[in-house]
C-alpha cells in the first residue's frame, strides 16, 4: 500500500484535481480559471456532493466524485453517484484508486444510499476487474445514457 493520505477534497486542492483529470482525459482543453474556481466552490459547499481525493506528500495522486441523491422510492434512502474516477498514471497499480472508492462508499453508506452507481466507458477488462475489485458489480443494471456536445 502506497503511503497516502485520503480525504474530502478542500479550497485548497482544486489545481491538483485539475492536474488529475489531465489523466484523466488528456486531450480535453484546461477550464478557465474562474469557471473552474464556481464549480469548485459548487462542489465543495453542496450537501449533495463529495469530492475524495488521495494525496501523497508530493501531490494528489487519485480522486473520484460522489454524489448522493436524494429519493422518494426505496423507504425515501438515497442513491449514490460516482464519477471522474481517476489515478495520476505514475502512481497507478498502487490501491490507492481502490482506496478513494472505499472511502466514497463509506460515505455512501454513512448516507444510507441503498445503492451507489459507477459508469465507466472503458471497454478494457483490466478497468473493468478493478472495479470489480472494489465491490462494484458488473452486469447487475443496463446503463443508457444522452450525451450532449
Not at 497516502?4 to 485539475?18: E, F, K, N, Y
Not at 474562474?34 to 459547499?45: D, G, I, N, P, Q
Amino acid at each position: 500500500m502506497h503511503e497516502a493520505i485520503v480525504r474530502s477534497a478542500t479550497q485548497l486542492d482544486l489545481a491538483g484535481v485539475l492536474n488529475l483529470y489531465q489523466h484523466l482525459h488528456p486531450h480535453e482543453p484546461p477550464l478557465e480559471t474562474m469557471k473552474a474556481e464556481r464549480v469548485w466552490e459548487t462542489l465543495l459547499t453542496s450537501d449533495f456532493m463529495t469530492v475524495i481525493v488521495a494525496q501523497t506528500a508530493e501531490l494528489l495522486v487519485s480522486s473520484c466524485t460522489l454524489a448522493v441523491v436524494p429519493n422518494l422510492s426505496r423507504g425515501a434512502r438515497s442513491y449514490g453517484v460516482i464519477e471522474n474516477v481517476v489515478t495520476h498514471a505514475q502512481y497507478r497499480n498502487l490501491g490507492l484508486g481502490r482506496r478513494v472508492l472505499a472511502y466514497a462508499l463509506d460515505v455512501a453508506a454513512r448516507a444510507d444510499c441503498y445503492k451507489v452507481h459507477l459508469a465507466t466507458g472503458s471497454k478494457r477488462e483490466t478497468t473493468l476487474r478493478f472495479y470489480e475489485s472494489a465491490g462494484f458489480d458488473r452486469g447487475e443494471k443496463t446503463y443508457f445514457e444522452v450525451r450532449r456536445s
